[in-house]
């Protein structure tokens, strides 16, 4: 085309007429772009300002991610409604630091985490066997940078702490003392004994009488439909045995799954056993046995965090928000 990189680069992209660059030429260039199909690279450009003002998104893929999946379509519906730049990187369990360095290297200064965040120390997450968060020093470097603001909407208080970071916004509920108070609620309407998986703290619950000190946790596995159905045999001779009368389970799936199994074995639920879920899933109240089930208000969440990326709202660094239990068939309780 005989034209200098720069004249073009301000033909396609920038203002051509400060430049005195004339209409026949600016038209030259921008047909010749049409018919080989470019397309500017927006990212490249951002990489060369000092800092990008795109959102960064980090969704976790792991059990919390169900009852998150809400949260994340309206954050990106109202992000696009009003016109904000935004870029979605999924991190798998263990694998945190590869995003934050995608972020990072994108300079992208506001992340949100999407799913279940819960700070322990090393040593913590050693002893609970868990892989899902990044490890603490890393995510504590990279917090050192004061530029970047990190958001966790599914937060578990109270946390251990080990972030002592101005720049970490944690939006979240205490789900051990809300099953604690929820085990509570249940012995003293006479119900139990009570069983759970390992997620629903039963170390925490032990230590403090709620539930049997000799209680064997239900297996963990993964939250599916199935995963709960595994389980009916095991339940059901707890159940036979005297040593089971109400479980608690991480996922609203496994419990469904759990239900059907029992029913086939010939029991009667809520009436031989109860059973309650977690996550409030939508589908949770159109089973043949609606599921009972604690409710994050997740959404609440998100209203909070677009308050602050969309108009520029104040936030503390810590929002402790209460969970609730919504009663329905699989569960009963006296009055409610």
Same mark, same amino acid.
């Given at each position: ?191 139990? =004994? #009570? ?7 039963? *170390?925490? $619950? ?5 539930? +049997?000190?000799?209680? !064997? ?79 994050? =208000? #997740? ?7 677009? *308050?602050? $990326? ?5 936030? +503390?660094?810590?929002? !402790? ?16």
């Amino acid at each position: 085309m005989n034209l200098s990189t720069s004249t073009v680069s301000i033909c396609l992209s920038g203002k051509p007429e400060e430049y005195k660059i004339t209409p026949e030429t600016v038209r030259r260039v921008r047909d010749y772009a049409d018919r080989v199909g470019y397309v500017p690279n927006h990212w490249a450009r951002k990489i060369f300002k000092e800092d990008s003002d795109t959102i960064g998104l980090m969704v976790i893929n792991d059990f919390g991610l169900d009852k998150n999946s809400r949260a994340l379509h309206w954050i990106t519906e109202e992000l696009s409604r009003n016109n904000m730049d935004f870029v979605m990187l999924v991190a798998l369990p263990g694998h945190w630091r590869e995003v934050l360095n995608q972020f990072k290297g994108m300079k992208v200064k506001k992340i949100v985490c999407i799913g279940f965040f819960f700070e322990y120390t090393n040593e913590k997450m050693n002893s609970f066997n868990c892989h899902r968060m990044v490890d603490s020093e890393n995510f504590r470097e990279f917090l050192g940078d004061k530029s970047i603001k990190f958001y966790a909407i599914d937060y578990n208080f109270p946390g251990h702490g080990s972030y002592k970071h101005d720049n970490f916004y944690r939006i979240g509920s205490n789900r051990q003392e809300f099953y604690l108070r929820l085990c509570r609620m249940l012995k003293e309407n006479g119900k139990g =004994p #009570i069983i759970c998986d390992n997620s629903c703290f039963p *170390e925490y $619950l032990k230590e403090h009488g709620a539930i +049997p000190p000799d209680m !064997e946790c239900l297996a963990a596995g993964v939250d599916s439909f199935e995963a709960g159905y595994q389980l009916k045999d095991e339940v059901k001779k707890r159940w036979e045995a005297g040593t089971a009368k109400v479980v608690l389970l991480r996922n609203d799936r496994r419990a469904i799954g759990l239900i059907r199994g029992l029913m086939e074995l010939g029991l009667r639920v809520p009436e031989d056993i109860e059973v309650i879920g977690f996550g409030n899933l939508d589908f949770g109240a159109e089973v043949p046995v609606p599921i009972t089930s604690i409710h994050l =208000p #997740i959404m609440e969440n998100a209203q909070l965090l677009l *308050e602050v $990326l969309i108009n520029g709202k104040d936030l +503390p660094s810590r929002v !402790e928000q209460p969970a609730e239990i919504i009663w329905r068939k699989s569960a009963v309780l006296k009055g409610k």
